[in-house]
């Protein structure tokens, strides 16, 4: 079987050298030496200021909504992972949908204005597969009409805008390190912020507001992360910029592979430090999607709707999103990862062709 995606693994004996540490020390979490060597490590490794490891990419956001103390609407992409949509209605908020780019399946800025209303408090969009958000022209809405931004950067990992980390942009952006993620620590996630007043509200909210044992700075959350999974992203860190190399190649090698095949993808083109996170193709309708998934999958192949249904489908909202409907209907992630070598990409690729050529039935 090809799955559509496989986790890194660095060598056991790595991770075991941080685990002994762990056996050492009896400390497994609570803000531990491993977590603030990961902060650091990937502080540096990203070029941001500020950065707090917390236990996964949707306690980040959430956190992050309640920094802000955000409160009625928030603008939102409906073409993205179902937290992003989750994050907002758990904090009490409605989550307001705007369409998409054609292009780059991110947050359209152009339809943004027409969706505030005196109760919109925020915008969140996704930097979704990587691809930045119009970020300039959405902070100049954000401070004409006084909303705060919140960037979803699961999917953005070390990419770049201006030469500074896309986690640098907004209000506060998140990340993250689910083991199905270019950067892992198993479970994980982080919250960027430049304002150092906005991270100290954050790090209250990570450890339940505690501000020593016997006092609370308002009320937090349980979103620290453990020892052990900072010891897997320590582990993971010093083979990124190998894992990206490969996920290069095998990004062109699937461009030029599938170049007889009528499909499309998003516009990746110029973006600093591009990660390869996934390798999404836009197929012209949504019957031959099926098809082919279900010729690779008859092959052992997985693949996967990332994102379907679009958000704004969910049972609970409403919104037309008639680019994002269309996308998402039609696209369809095919297998990426560390490990997957030339001839499994050969083989996909020429599986998607014979359908296309109805060849295979
Ligand atoms: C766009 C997006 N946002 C948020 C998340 C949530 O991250 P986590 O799984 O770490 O909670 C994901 C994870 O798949 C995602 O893809």
Redesign the pocket.
């Known amino acids: 079987m090809i799955p559509v995606t496989k986790p890194f693994l660095p060598p056991k004996t790595e991770y075991q050298r941080y685990i002994d540490g762990i056996w050492e020390r009896n400390w497994l979490t609570n803000n531990g030496p491993l977590v603030n060597e990961l902060e650091l490590q990937l502080k540096e490794y990203l070029g941001v200021n500020h950065l707090l490891f917390v236990v996964?990419?949707?306690?980040a956001?959430q956190m992050a909504i309640k920094a802000l103390d955000l409160k009625g609407e928030i603008i939102t992409t409906p073409f993205?992972?179902v937290?992003?949509t989750s994050s907002i209605v758990w904090e009490g908020c409605k989550p307001v949908f705007v369409d998409i780019l054609e292009d780059k399946f991110t947050l359209d800025p152009s339809k943004i204005e027409a969706a505030i209303t005196p109760n919109t408090s925020a915008i969140l969009a996704?930097h979704?597969y990587g691809i930045p958000c119009e970020v300039e022209e959405i902070q100049r809405i954000a401070d004409k009409y006084k909303l705060k931004v919140i960037y979803?950067g699961?999917?953005a990992f070390g990419v770049k805008v201006k030469g500074k980390s896309l986690f640098e942009y907004g209000d506060i952006s998140t990340c993250?390190?689910?083991a199905?993620?270019l950067f892992h620590s198993i479970?994980?996630?982080g919250v960027f912020t430049k304002d150092p007043e906005l991270l100290k509200r954050l790090a209250y909210l990570r450890n339940f507001g505690h501000d020593g044992f016997e006092k609370f700075n308002g009320i937090g959350i349980n979103g620290k992360n453990s020892e052990f999974h900072a010891a897997m992203g320590l582990s993971v860190l010093p083979y990124l910029k190998e894992i990206i190399q490969k996920r290069t190649e095998q990004f062109e090698y699937y461009r030029q592979m599938l170049k007889g095949l009528k499909v499309s993808f998003p516009n990746t083109l110029g973006i600093e430090n591009y990660n390869y996170s996934y390798f999404p193709i836009l197929f012209q309708a949504e019957a031959q999607l099926l098809k082919s998934m279900e010729i690779l999958e008859n092959h052992g192949v997985g693949s996967r709707r990332y994102f379907y249904p679009g958000l704004n489908n969910l049972d609970y909202t409403s919104g037309d999103c008639l680019v994002s409907d269309l996308v998402s209907s039609r696209i369809l992630c095919l297998p990426l990862y560390h490990s997957l070598s030339k001839e499994e990409q050969k083989m996909i690729a020429r599986l998607l062709l014979r359908v296309q050529n109805n060849s295979i039935i």
């Open positions: 996964n990419g949707t306690i956001l993205s992972y937290a992003t996704t979704v979803d699961a999917h993250s390190f689910h199905t993620k479970e994980g996630g």
